[in-house]
């Protein structure tokens, strides 16, 4: 089945370092991919997405692009803040299949300190 | 953007009795939500896919009769731990699917569930 393949952590920054947080995925179909944070004691956000090859998602200075050739959606942000400290999980689903949950990688902290 | 709320944040049961946890989006309607559960440090793993005015649909290895899921409306979810054991212990999270534009699913804030 489908799977998703994400670097282990945890990740230590400091402040305005660079970032790249590895993501791989399995799939049979033409799947959506995301990123989703969750910041310490709260809920999964979506950070951002992309839903077919070579697009790129972004936001907040987080960017990831899909790449079909080599199955990956690398996260990276050119300089991390301490607020960026969380937990980054990538994730893939079938968005034109209504039934289909999003399938989650293990996920990857990040700690940046100051 | 969507709303989807939890209800409770977090509760604490004694073992052998049984816990509602319910999911609501606020601002669309969700035929289809998801519950998940997230062990300490670990990736969400998920539980049943909760179809309105249907049977939910259960992942492999997770047992229908001690998570018993109940999707009565557009908008509300529930899903109730029967006897429930400390090793249910867990953060239970909710999705919702919006029906509508680019299908995103939207996620509850979570449910700390202690069973002592």
């Known amino acids: 089945g489908d799977s998703v393949t994400q670097m282990e952590g945890p990740v230590t920054l400091s402040e305005e370092a660079f970032l790249t947080i590895n993501c791989t995925y399995t799939a049979t179909g033409y799947p959506s991919l995301f990123w989703y944070v969750q910041y310490p004691g709260e809920g999964l956000q979506l950070l951002l997405k992309?839903?077919?090859?070579?697009d790129k998602g972004s936001n907040k200075g987080f960017e990831a692009t899909y790449r079909k050739e080599t199955t990956s959606f690398h996260l990276e942000k050119g300089s991390v803040q301490v607020s960026d400290s969380a937990v980054y999980f990538c994730a893939l689903s079938d968005l034109n299949q209504a039934g289909t949950a999003l399938i989650f990688g293990k996920g990857t902290t990040l700690s940046v300190s100051s | 953007g969507a709303v989807v709320s939890q209800h409770p944040s977090w509760v604490i049961c004694k073992s052998g009795t049984s816990v509602k946890i319910e999911c609501r989006s606020l601002d669309f309607q969700a035929t289809t939500m998801f519950w998940y559960r997230q062990f300490p440090k670990q990736s969400l793993m998920l539980m049943a896919t909760?179809?309105?005015?249907?049977?939910?649909?259960?992942e492999q290895g997770v047992e229908k009769d001690k998570f018993l899921i109940n999707h009565a409306s557009l908008t509300l979810s529930t899903l109730t731990v029967t006897s429930a054991h400390p090793e249910d212990s867990s953060f239970y999270i909710c999705?919702?699917?919006?029906?509508?534009?680019?299908?995103?699913?939207?996620f509850g804030p979570g449910t700390r569930l202690t069973v002592t």
């Open positions: 992309a839903t077919k090859a070579d």
């Open positions: 999705s919702a699917r919006d029906q509508r534009g680019a299908r995103e699913q939207y």
């Open positions: 909760s179809n309105e005015g249907s049977k939910a649909t259960y």
